[in-house]
């Protein structure tokens, strides 16, 4: 991660804290800034305000190398943000700061980081190699930490100011679909579901599959609004399964048929009275589509097997849930960032780890080279339009894929405030980890090195790896990124992931 060149001698305290060097030319930097306002003005101010906190997450992973190698004695000649041709910098003392034209990240250049490295002699006491290996891991593991620390604050900062859900999941809803059981029942935004058929209702994902099971029965609710407790009873409707949405060509999981030819369907029993001997058939279907605000008619539906799907439906009611929020205090939403932040670790560990298999790997390539097909049939339109849904549906997610710095941006651009701050954390999450895979170039590729370089000393005997033999895997492994991180970019061009 970072690259070291020899640098004249240090000059003393005292000259470094007063002699500061300033290049007179700013017009690299006001174009920088121009670009992010004209990103603002342009296309959105959600947009420019994520890509400044990309930037500032850059900058501060950076700055917890540079801190604790200043700290541990180590000497620092560059600290720059972004890559490419040089816009503006200033030296101050021994350390060159400034900002480049590609912000694809950040770099602190500490002298001595390997034996290929060339060192001034005056210097080699200063240098990376030379520190103890507590000091190493120190400086190398900062910028994770750094991201840690991060994601620990905005965590903490979203209890404290929006809430957190308490523990027994309360929900109300938020919506209603159109043409639905709840839109007949008059469920509106703001009423509480207390019991489905006479089961209670203790969370939206258990509320859901007490609805799932009962596509097509009369089912009595129980909901309460403005401290009114109301009860009703209403069919709930359906919408395909996989398998049922394969026995017409055009349609996806979770569309809900509404009609066939003008004749109101409700179940799928309704559906094989209608189209009963018109396998093959074209018709036009009234689907309420999955990702879409309004039913809309589908033209020339082929008609397909439908006959011998086993589970073709589950029940559908139609309700969007919002959680309902518990205020904590200021140590209540520290102690929440810490526990939260803890299991997100798991959670990025293990997605790593899943993404990284060979299958996993295989079937992201493979989707994002697939990702461009001719949309001229009705099977394509079908599958563009289950990327279409997927990517307006979070509890839906494409775990097969990682984001790129564009997707995340984008993400970010169409959140909420407090969307983008839960996404900055789980980023800052995420990266860190990354970060710390035993992997050369990664930080925890110095890790291992270093480690490994501790234990082989063991005994009196200094070891020290020759980096000669590392560059290979080191190229190896950076190659590998480029190309995960151009077939990401891709795919969130042509199947971006969206937070609704």
């Not at 174009?31 to 400044?52: D, E, H, N, T």
Request: aromatic share 10%; glycine share 12%; no cysteine.
């Amino acid at each position: 991660m970072h690259t070291e060149t020899p640098v004249p001698p240090p000059e003393s305290d005292s000259a470094s804290a007063i002699d500061t060097e300033t290049t007179n030319d700013f017009s690299g930097l006001i174009l920088m800034i121009a670009a992010i306002l004209a990103l603002g003005v342009l296309a959105s101010w959600g947009w420019a305000f994520f890509v400044v906190a990309l930037i500032v997450m850059i900058f501060m992973h950076e700055l917890g190398h540079y801190l604790t190698a200043r700290w541990t004695g180590m000497k620092v000649t560059e600290f720059f943000i972004g890559f490419g041709p040089q816009l503006w910098s200033f030296r101050k003392g021994e350390t060159e700061y400034g900002v480049k034209g590609i912000p694809a990240g950040a770099y602190v250049r500490i002298i001595g980081m390997n034996n290929l490295d060339p060192v001034e002699p005056g210097d080699e006491q200063r240098s990376y190699r030379i520190k103890s290996w507590p000091r190493k891991m120190l400086v190398v593991s900062a910028g994770s930490a750094m991201h840690f620390i991060m994601a620990i604050v905005l965590l903490a900062v979203l209890a404290l100011f929006y809430g957190v859900q308490n523990d027994d999941g309360a929900w109300q809803v938020s919506r209603t679909s159109q043409a639905s059981a709840a839109a007949e029942l008059g469920i509106e935004p703001g009423d509480v579901i207390l019991s489905v058929g006479g089961e209670e209702v203790s969370g939206f994902l258990q509320f859901g599959d007490l609805v799932r099971a009962r596509g097509g029965e009369l089912t009595e609710f129980t909901w309460e609004r403005n401290g009114e407790v109301i009860t009703d009873s209403v069919v709930i409707g359906s919408r395909l399964t996989g398998e049922g949405a394969d026995a017409f060509q055009g349609l996806i999981e979770r569309d809900r048929i509404l009609a066939i030819e003008g004749t109101d369907v409700t179940s799928w029993d309704d559906i094989l009275l209608v189209l009963e001997g018109r396998e093959g058939e074209f018709v036009d279907i009234t689907v309420d589509p999955v990702g879409e605000q309004s039913p809309r008619v589908m033209v020339d539906v082929e008609i397909l097997d439908i006959t011998s799907v086993e589970n073709p439906t589950v029940g559908f009611f139609g309700v969007g849930d919002e959680p309902l929020l518990d205020n904590l205090g200021l140590f209540a939403s520290a102690w929440h960032g810490v526990t939260t932040f803890g299991e997100w670790i798991v959670v990025s560990g293990e997605a790593l780890v899943q993404f990284f298999t060979p299958s996993t790997l295989g079937n992201f390539l493979s989707d994002t080279l697939g990702g461009g097909a001719d949309l001229t049939t009705a099977t394509d339109v079908a599958e563009q339009r289950e990327i279409n849904s997927r990517a307006l549906d979070i509890r839906n997610p494409d775990e097969e894929r990682i984001l790129s710095i564009y997707g995340a941006a984008r993400l970010g651009a169409n959140a909420s405030f407090e969307g983008q701050l839960q996404l900055l954390a789980i980023l800052n999450i995420f990266i860190g980890v990354f970060n710390l895979l035993p992997l050369p170039p990664l930080d925890g590729g110095h890790v291992a090195i270093g480690t490994y370089e501790r234990l082989r000393s063991i005994g009196g005997r200094k070891h020290e790896v020759d980096y000669a033999r590392v560059l290979p895997l080191t190229y190896a492994v950076f190659a590998f990124l480029v190309v995960i991180g151009v077939f990401a970019l891709a795919r969130d061009i042509i199947d971006p992931i969206d937070i609704g």
